[in-house]
């Protein structure tokens, strides 16, 4: 047994004292040959430090020797020295057969830093060198995904698809789905999505692909993709939510609520999932359920303004105006940043008859509401039953400027003017 691989046995056995001591002997006296394989699977392995050590004290040897610097570039990428990585990269020459591996190298760190002209460049530069590369068409696409060129990086994928449907592990039929998707080509992203599951049945794959037909409008595909998928994987939470609209579709609400269930047991902190059970049940007319999953979604959040504003609605209707109140004052929203909850407590405290609250809510929501032809007539209201008849008459004149003809509002102005 050679001394690397005698090394490597101590390693993967936890013989690391060892291992220690054979990677000095082959550090002091080691054949180059020895050593480069040995910095490569000390990489591999995850020895960063020890790795590094082996290949620069072989680059005191081979200053220019473009492999052990393309290794070195890896390994000060991996122990995120990158700005030591670029100088080291920067140093192989156009004609070493490396120099390729060291574009795309740079191109990657200039990516991650932002720098996506400069990266583009690198990109350019190894195609020339290497013209039929077809890596360097994925780095390219991945690039221009990046950076939102839906066209660019779809025409780079599509060259990769003439010679591989997958690179490096990524399927290639799925990342142009994934495009086309998050760019709302919804119909046009499904065949992509079809084909990558026909190479390969991946969870992830498959949540794209139901989640496009949802958004597409196939509805019926979607359920029977979420459903595959909660099969496959029952903790993939994003399914639940993503079922029970599609579901609520096609007019299943009892399948949808159930769904949702089913999401709750698997994530209970979910203040989505609470939410949206309580539009369902709603929907299906059982207000105490309806309350029960929203009370619980602003428990979660009770910055959660659309639950709040939902609960307050089956409260008002329910005409339960003590809890519309209570509910207003337990919450994480100011009144000045959601004016619809100034609306609902003027509304509420006018019904318990606490009159001088409803009046400063009241007023207090004009400012918002003041071009809202429902918000108008509850206030006129309000402030005619108040006996406060100036300002019901501006009120109302101002509902007769959006409704000239209405017989009601005439015969209100007529009569408050003439008070």
């Given at each position: ?26 550090f002091?006296n ?27 004290d ?70 020339e ?65 079809k ?56 007019e ?42 929203l ?11 659309e ?49 001088s ?31 406060k008849?100036?300002l019901?008459a ?26």
């Amino acid at each position: 047994m050679d001394r690397v691989e005698r090394i490597l046995e101590l390693l993967e056995n936890g013989q690391h004292k060892d291992a220690i001591k054979e990677y000095n002997n082959v550090f002091k006296n080691g054949t180059a040959e020895e050593k480069f394989l040995l910095g490569e699977e000390l990489f591999q392995f995850g020895f960063i430090e020890e790795a590094k050590a082996l290949i620069e004290d072989m680059l005191k040897v081979f200053p220019e020797e473009g492999e052990l610097l393309a290794l070195l570039g890896e390994i000060l990428i991996e122990a995120g020295k990158e700005e030591e990585a670029l100088l080291v990269l920067d140093r192989i020459n156009e004609r070493d057969a490396c120099f390729p591996q060291a574009l795309l190298l740079m191109a990657d760190l200039y990516q991650v830093q932002g720098l996506y002209e400069v990266s583009e460049r690198k990109l350019s530069k190894a195609k020339e060198v290497l013209p039929h590369e077809v890596i360097i068409d994925f780095a390219l696409g991945e690039l221009y995904s990046e950076q939102g060129e839906i066209t660019k990086a779809i025409e780079a994928y599509q060259k990769v698809l003439k010679e591989e449907s997958e690179i490096a592990g990524v399927s290639i039929n799925q990342r142009i789905g994934d495009i086309l998707s998050v760019s709302g080509a919804f119909e046009d992203a499904l065949p992509y999505y079809k084909k990558a599951l026909e190479d390969k049945l991946e969870i992830n794959t498959l949540f794209g692909y139901a989640f496009t037909a949802l958004q597409a409008g196939y509805y019926r595909t979607a359920i029977e993709k979420f459903n595959e998928l909660k099969e496959l994987d029952p903790e993939y939470h994003s399914i639940y939510l993503q079922l029970a609209k599609a579901y609520e579709f096609e007019e299943e609400l009892e399948n949808s609520l159930e769904t949702i269930k089913l999401g709750i047991k698997q994530d209970e902190f979910s203040n989505e999932l609470f939410f949206y059970g309580g539009k369902i049940a709603l929907k299906l007319g059982r207000n105490e359920e309806a309350e029960q999953f929203l009370r619980e979604a602003i428990a979660l959040d009770p910055g959660y303004t659309e639950a709040v504003l939902t609960l307050n609605k089956i409260f008002l209707q329910l005409e339960k105006f003590e809890d519309v109140i209570d509910l207003i004052k337990e919450i994480d929203i100011q009144e000045d940043e959601e004016p619809q909850l100034l609306w609902d407590a003027a509304l509420a405290y006018h019904r318990i008859e606490e009159f001088s609250q409803a009046l400063n809510k009241y007023e207090s929501a004009y400012t918002f509401f003041k071009n809202n032809e429902t918000f108008l007539q509850d206030y006129g209201y309000f402030l005619l039953e108040e006996g406060k008849n100036a300002l019901a008459a501006e009120i109302f004149k101002q509902l007769l400027k959006n409704d000239p003809t209405n017989e009601e509002f005439i015969e209100l102005v007529g009569r408050l003017t003439e008070m």
